[in-house]
């Protein structure tokens, strides 16, 4: 995942449930049109999602930007004055952390979960995780740092669920469904090929949209709530390479489903990473149009006349002309 991460403008993210060793839990999913890459963990919280980003050894750093997050998300004066006063630079592994805040008397377990997000955070930005790289997402909160998008198959998911009273309602219903999806078009087209001036008429008809009021009172608050997300759903007009959906992550992790209603979970950690790296083996090397059998049995015989997957996606990359 590193190097996918290192070569990527934009990823997609997504999570299911996982169970392992007779208790239920979550997998991940990271991944583009390049990599996939999967972890199932006992969370899917922001601090598990931060954690998985650093790919390796996890490392807690109070950097600028560490603290700017602190900031944002009103951790409070005397938890951040301490924070900052015995500003360790970088502290490496869990246990040394959860020891850093115990001694800084930060107990309270809102102030510790908002202190490790901000810390990981840093320890990502100090290792070089670059702050362009867009995350798309289906909303859920755990992804929702740096350059966040949302997916727009899922934003309009909101429409058709609720449940219209009489026929009235139907018709808002489905002449608002109709407009988004004609937006998203338009969108679309404006990827292919991104006129800066078109950007303005985009936003205008977004704003019409999703303020305009019907006779359906649920779907105006429902129009209301994804107006809230206008710049995370118009990151397009300023990064035209932005996935719009999440499609390819779902179809991803598809597979874990199947497993999980199928065997339920792994008994071992050996068996969860076996699971978790061979997947990851298998939807990266089928993006990159090579045969898994073939990669597995050119590996196991160790012929190694197929390049590490590495270099094949810094390739990729470069021609596609993301990496110089």
């Known amino acids: 995942m590193t190097t996918g991460l290192e070569v990527s403008r934009t990823i997609t993210v997504d999570d299911s449930g996982a169970r392992h060793q007779g208790r239920n839990g979550y997998v991940t999913q990271i991944g583009n049109d390049w990599f996939a890459w999967f972890a199932s963990t006992g969370s899917k919280s922001r601090i598990n999602f931060l954690q998985l980003l650093h790919a390796g050894d996890i490392t807690y750093t109070l950097n600028s930007h560490a603290l700017s997050y602190l900031r944002e998300e009103h951790l409070p004066k005397e938890p951040l004055r301490r924070l900052q006063t015995h500003p360790q ?21 809102r102030h510790r979960r908002i202190a490790t997000e901000g810390a990981l955070l840093g320890g990502l930005i100090e ?12 909303g859920a909160g755990q992804f929702a740092i740096l350059l966040h998008a949302l997916c727009w198959v899922h934003a309009e998911r ?5 449940i219209a009273l009489n026929d009235e309602h139907r018709q808002d219903q489905e002449r608002v469904r109709g ?23 985009l936003e205008a008809r977004f704003e019409s949209i999703f303020t305009q009021h019907t006779t359906f009172a649920t779907l105006n608050q429902t129009l209301k709530r994804l107006h809230r997300h206008k710049q995370k759903l118009l990151l397009v007009l300023q990064r035209p390479e932005i996935v719009l959906h999440t499609n390819g992550s779902e179809g991803d992790i598809r597979g874990y489903v199947k497993w999980r209603k199928i065997s339920g979970g792994k008994r071992s950690d050996l068996g969860r990473r076996c699971r978790d790296g061979f997947a990851s083996l298998k939807k990266t090397c089928r993006k990159l149009g090579i045969s898994f059998w ?15 997957l590495s270099d094949i996606i810094r390739e990729r990359a470069t021609a596609a002309g993301v990496v110089p």
Do not use: C, M
Not at 183 to 199: I, M, S, T
């Open 89 to 109: 630079s970088t502290i490496l592994g869990i246990t040394a952390w959860e020891a850093h805040l115990q001694a800084l008397g930060i107990t309270s377990q």
């Open 294 to 308: 073939d990669y597995l049995g050119d590996r196991i015989e160790g012929h190694h006349t197929i390049p590490p």
């Open 158 to 162: 909101l429409v058709p669920k609720l």
């Open 127 to 138: 290792k070089g995780f670059s702050l362009d790289l867009l995350i798309v997402s289906d």
């Open 179 to 201: 407009e988004i999806w004609d937006l998203y078009a338009d969108l679309k087209a404006y990827q292919r090929n991104p006129d800066p001036a078109l950007a303005p008429a």
